[in-house]
């Protein structure tokens, strides 16, 4: 069982950089669509960003900022008054959870992208 599990994992795995790239294909002619400008440059953008995103995440674990700590403050949004910073540890927790059921009541009601 496990060992098909691996087996399994191991082919998905060797795939996955051109699954990616479908994915940036389409995503590129989506927002090139949207945005009414061209597919290149929509690609350049998201190349762009993905680099920027990769060199930040080497650049806090170089500076060891990975996993120090825990969580000292949590901002939540305050209706239309703007945003609250929560310190206590018990008001912290509650506004993580309540979150946490908010994004996971909105990905029980997304319906799954399909791949093309």
């Known amino acids: 069982m496990l060992k098909n599990s691996y087996t399994e ?13 479908s994915f940036l294909d389409d995503l590129t002619e989506a927002l ?3 945005n009414n400008s061209s597919k290149a440059n929509e690609l350049k953008q998201l190349r762009t960003r993905e680099h920027q995103q990769s060199v930040a995440r080497k650049l806090k674990f170089l500076r060891g900022k ?10 939540e949004a305050d209706g239309d008054v703007g945003y609250i910073d929560i310190t206590d540890r018990e008001a912290m927790e509650k506004a993580i959870m309540n979150s946490n059921e908010k994004k996971s009541n909105n990905f029980i009601i997304t319906h799954f992208i399909s791949p093309h």
């Open 9 to 21: 994992y191991y082919a998905i795995n060797c795939r996955h950089s051109k699954q990616r790239e």
């Open 32 to 34: 090139a669509e949207q």
């Open 66 to 75: 990975g996993s120090i700590g825990g969580t000292t403050m949590v901002t």
